[in-house]
């Protein structure tokens, strides 16, 4: 019977051929190419997705033997797979080299869904993961009520495409422990929105730049039209369609991969805290951090090198 130190060797030994090499930034502070540095960030990005899609699988022991996580854990954990997913199509797309405005809209849903985690994690009680999972269900409420009204007003007639609604309805609060009825219909955000949580997090500072700039391009605001879908000619006052799309560089990477393992090491923390247990995953996250980091930097100072001298 193998021992605590030989299971935590061996679970190291796999973790480590789950996780895949190293990417290299020997040399990095050296590099005059942003571009060059932009692709190392990328191949990081990708490094920190693999990391939080490890996490995002991992069971104990207890868990395990009841064939998955409780309710509380399930919800950081399924935080860390729609970021995992979210990434995913990120660096499909980052491939491609322009695609920044696709790329900034998804890197908003990563962030919130980060910051989401960090804070359920960080508060640890209950009331917030029962708000979070009862204010989700608020559009369902709406739909149901309306449904409700439809087939009244059909002196009880219930369409085939209203009878699966409700039977999803049905399904999702018989899993989130609920009553349809109990749900109210415009319940607002939870943990007092998302400026609250991020206060509570130390970080408000940065909802401007995590949320608010961002949602430009989740909702197509004028802001968004004017950067990156018009074109306006300054001695007509007009404008015409811009349908290039926008090249991506470590700016849009680097800064969200940071973010997201920000919100994965607590989770860890929290969730296995045993410090012989994924010691390997420990260092990796942190380490990749680290690169990220560093990497970030030193394209921000040959970024802002070239921007000066643009005319």
């Known amino acids: 019977m193998p021992d605590r130190d030989e299971l935590a060797e061996a679970t190291d030994k796999i973790l480590e051929e789950m996780l895949g090499p190293f990417v290299c930034i020997d040399g990095l502070e050296k590099e005059t190419d ?77 962030m919130e869904s980060a910051i989401n985690l960090e804070f359920l994690v960080h508060k640890n009680e209950d009331r917030f993961y029962d708000q979070f999972v009862k204010l989700s269900l608020g559009p369902e409420r709406e739909l149901y009520d309306l449904i409700q009204r439809n087939v009244a007003a059909r002196n009880g007639q219930t369409w085939p495409i209203e009878g699966r609604m409700l039977k999803r309805i049905d399904d999702l609060c018989r899993v989130s422990g609920v009553k349809i009825e109990d749900i109210d219909r415009k319940p607002g955000d939870w943990g007092g929105g998302v400026r609250e949580r991020l206060k509570s997090l130390g970080k408000e500072d940065s909802y401007v730049s995590m949320q608010r700039t961002p949602s430009h391009a989740v909702h197509g605001t004028w802001v968004d039209l004017y950067n990156n879908h018009l074109e306006y000619n300054d001695k007509t006052g007009t404008y015409v369609p811009e349908p290039r799309f926008s090249w991506i560089d470590a700016r849009a990477l680097g800064p969200i991969a940071v973010l997201v393992l920000d919100a994965v090491r607590p989770y860890l923390d929290r969730f296995f805290s045993d410090a012989s247990s994924f010691r390997t995953l420990r260092a990796r996250l942190d380490d990749v951090q680290r690169r990220l980091l560093i990497a970030d930097d030193i394209h921000e100072q040959l970024y802002a090198k070239s921007w000066q001298k643009a005319p």
Not at 58 to 85: F, H, Y
Not at 87 to 103: C, H, I, N, P
């Open 34 to 110: 942003e571009n060059k540095v932009s692709g190392i960030v990328f191949e990081l990005y990708k490094e920190a997705a693999t990391v939080v899609n490890l996490v995002a699988h991992l069971l104990d022991e207890a868990t395990s033997a009841k064939g998955g996580w409780p309710r509380n854990q399930a919800i950081c954990a399924g935080l860390m797979v729609r970021i995992t997913k979210f990434m995913v199509v990120v660096t499909q797309l980052s491939a491609k080299g322009d695609r920044s405005e696709v790329v900034m809209a998804l890197s908003r849903c990563i």
